[in-house]
């Protein structure tokens, strides 16, 4: 694909790579993803901000044929879906000094092994001068890595924010527009990606209410032209508030803990929660991530494997725990046969989640009346917790 037009000065390069399925060896891809660059043509001199995956180099380096010369490679990020071309580009444009954050430099050097003398340190708020354009660098630390930064195209009024309110979603389009499933799709990305970092992310959303911004460009997928909606977005996402939403991840053997949860299921519907159910047996992990972002309260069901959790809802827990989600409260169903290891498991699974434990229920084989009730009164215990907190 040629490099697409942003604006009379910028121009949106990189690959598009429709048919990955899978990034990073961990995280789905039902959309596959982009690879953004952007050329942005001053009066004197020519930056290129972030490259692309080595996937897709070949791409890059063709859309660039016509360019003779580049000045500065700015690198936001270390990571190679976003570095992973420099190593061409500066053989190619012996001329170009990369630009990154000091932590950025080491990491560049030590991940691509490029020269240091090619990497330049930029301090927080340091401007560049393309002759009759601005590039102003803003230190974004802990928005994904601790190396990242963002850059504001101060004539254009442009925010280049690489994995910052990013989605991943091939498409042939450059904008957004009024495009829904696009907001969707960022929410996965935040989920899969930025939740950890929640609160970085919100002290960077701070900083950025003192920018006047016409469009946000991040490193993958399409381009906010209407940036207060993917800013309002994330403010929800960040925020302290969640929602009535209780989400059960869960996995059945023999069908006793089924039967828990189709209990629990029908239990807080009748009391008015949201329930979002994943079968862990065909469950996308994004899916449930996004799931997640917002809800009041995770129960994972899960049968007792030697002594311990079944290893899928080990995972579902190590997920939460890793993706730590502003979830309020926790608990476990599940049954077992001879020894009932599995909810001290999954709840030590857990520790970086702030939450309020609630009783599990744990059966002994095929769940009996008396267990039935003991889940209606987790239930019941859970629709209270979401009314007072809601």
Known sequence: MQGRVVTERVTLMGGVDWHR??????????EGTSYNAYLVKGSEKTALLDTADPATTDELLQQLEAEQRIDYIVAHHAEQDHSGTLPELLALYPEATVLATEKGKGMLVDLLHLPPERVEAVADGEQRSLGDRTLTFIHAPWVHWPETMLTYLDEERLLFTCDFFGSHYATSRVMV?????????????????????????????ARLEDLDIAMI???HGPIWDRPDVIIDAYRDWVSGSVKNVAVIPFISMHGSTSELVDRLVTELVRHGVTVRPFDLTVTDIGDLAMAMVDAATIVIGSP???????????YA??????????????SVVGSYGWAAGSARALVEAMPALRVEVLDPVLVRGKPRADDLEAVDRLTATIAERHRALL
Do not use: C, W
Request: hydrophobic share 45%; charged share 20%; net charge positive.
């Open 317 to 330: 827990a190590s997920l939460a725990n890793a993706l730590r989600p502003k979830t309020r409260f926790a």
């Open 21 to 30: 399925r899978l990034f990073d060896a961990l995280i789905p891809l039902p």
């Open 304 to 314: 007792t494997v030697l002594g311990g959790a079944h290893p899928q809802a080990a």
């Open 217 to 219: 460009a991040p490193s």
């Open 177 to 205: 527009g009024d495009d829904a499933h696009v907001v969707s799709s960022a929410k996965r990305y935040y989920a899969e990606i930025m939740m950890p970092f929640r609160k970085p992310i919100e002290r960077h959303l």
